[in-house]
Nanobody
């Protein structure tokens, strides 16, 4: 089993930045793809939106919201995943989740992630 714990959420003003972290523990030798998702307040059906993912070799996959303002990174030595977010706006408010899978992102992202954290709340205020 793999445990994922997110941190770094909080309240920032429009235009601000945040860096989210995700610490992995447990059977980390099995980790392949790691990624970030978010659930925006009021999302229809509580849908989780894929943001970005990264493989063990550093290759990244990003969906449209992430390409311009979000950067995913990974520190294998620290078993950690990061999401640097900049120029935040009210549409970015929501709960951000870290997820992982034992296979490459081409196989797991976004619908085949096996492990999930409990999320960290990001609130963008005007």
């Amino acid at each position: 089993q793999v445990q994922l714990v997110e941190s770094g959420g909080g309240s920032v003003q429009v235009g601000g930045s945040l860096r989210l972290s995700c610490a992995a523990s447990g059977y980390i030798a099995s980790l392949g793809c790691m990624g970030w998702f978010r659930q925006r307040a009021g999302a229809v059906g509580n849908k989780r939106e894929a943001i970005a993912a990264i493989d063990t070799d550093g290759r990244t996959i990003a969906t449209d919201p992430a390409k311009a303002r979000f950067t995913i990174s990974r520190d294998k030595a620290k078993n950690s995943l990061y999401l640097q977010m900049s120029n935040l706006n009210s549409e970015d408010t929501g709960t951000y989740y870290c997820a992982a899978a034992p296979v490459d992102c081409t196989l797991a992202y976004p619908h085949g992630m096996d492990y999930w954290g409990y999320g960290t709340l990001v609130t963008i205020s005007t």
